[in-house]
């Protein structure tokens, strides 16, 4: 069954540094999504992403987020300066088509602890 | 606006019980899309089901089952004879139509079920 994979699985770092978490969704799928899920909390839309582009985001997702497609199989989110409350689990996704006709898969997550 | 209401933060049953988990969500469109996902300790996202408004017969898969009442905007679920391998979070969610992927979830029910 095909899957959307994430990495880290669990990343610590300190307040105002950079991070990277990498997802690598289906490969013939065209929608690419960020979720947050603080901890204890319920799971919020960060941003769309398609055809290269940002095609919806948050209030959530400020200046110190950004999204890219670097290659063909990659999708990565980067936290510029990170602050103590970006710490949750981020949740990459993505779906094949528009108009949505199926399951949004979700990969396994990434769990970010700023200290 | 869009919203989803999970009224229940927590239940607790007896393996074997049935349970319901309450949905009730609000929106304007006539065209939409509810999910119900599953969120084991292991914290990954667990696709259970997908409906849209059009379609408002019952399901049934194994010992689970939803009911769908578009008068009332309630989209619950049960889980028959309840098993400790049941015990996660479970979030109702609402996807518009026109907007592909961007998924407005509750804030949860966390179900405990005791041996």
């Known amino acids: 069954e095909p899957e959307v994979t994430q990495t880290p699985s669990h990343q610590v770092t300190q307040m105002g540094q950079e991070v990277i978490l990498r997802c690598v969704p289906i490969?013939?799928?065209?929608?690419f999504y960020w979720y947050r899920q603080i901890l204890g909390q319920k799971v919020e839309f960060l941003v769309s992403?398609?055809?290269?582009?940002?095609?919806?985001k948050s209030e959530i997702f400020d200046d110190q987020f950004s999204v890219e497609r670097p290659d063909g199989s990659n999708f990565t989110l980067k936290i510029r300066s990170t602050k103590l409350e970006d710490s949750a689990m981020y949740f990459c996704?993505?779906?094949?088509?528009?108009?949505?006709?199926?399951?949004?898969?979700f990969g396994e997550g990434s769990r970010l602890t700023v200290l | 606006a869009q919203k989803v209401t999970q009224a229940q933060t927590e239940i607790s049953v007896v393996e074997k019980e049935d349970v319901t988990l309450d949905c009730v969500y609000e929106?304007?469109?006539?065209?939409?899309?509810l999910f119900w996902y599953k969120q084991p300790p292991s914290g990954e996202l667990v696709f259970l089901i997908r409906?849209?408004?059009?379609?408002?017969q019952n399901e049934i898969s194994g010992r689970y089952s939803w009911n769908f009442q578009k008068s009332t905007s309630s989209f619950n679920f049960t889980i028959t004879a309840s098993q400790v391998v049941d015990s996660a979070v479970y979030f109702c969610?609402?996807?518009?139509?026109?907007?592909?992927?961007?998924?407005?979830f509750g804030q949860g029910t966390t179900l405990q079920v005791k041996p």
């Open positions: 996704a993505s779906i094949s088509t528009s108009g949505y006709t199926g399951e949004l898969f």
């Open positions: 490969s013939n799928h065209l929608y």
């Open positions: 992403f398609y055809n290269n582009e940002i095609s919806e």
């Open positions: 929106t304007r469109d006539t065209t939409y899309y």
């Open positions: 409906r849209n408004s059009f379609d408002e």
């Open positions: 969610a609402l996807l518009r139509f026109s907007n592909t992927g961007k998924l407005i």
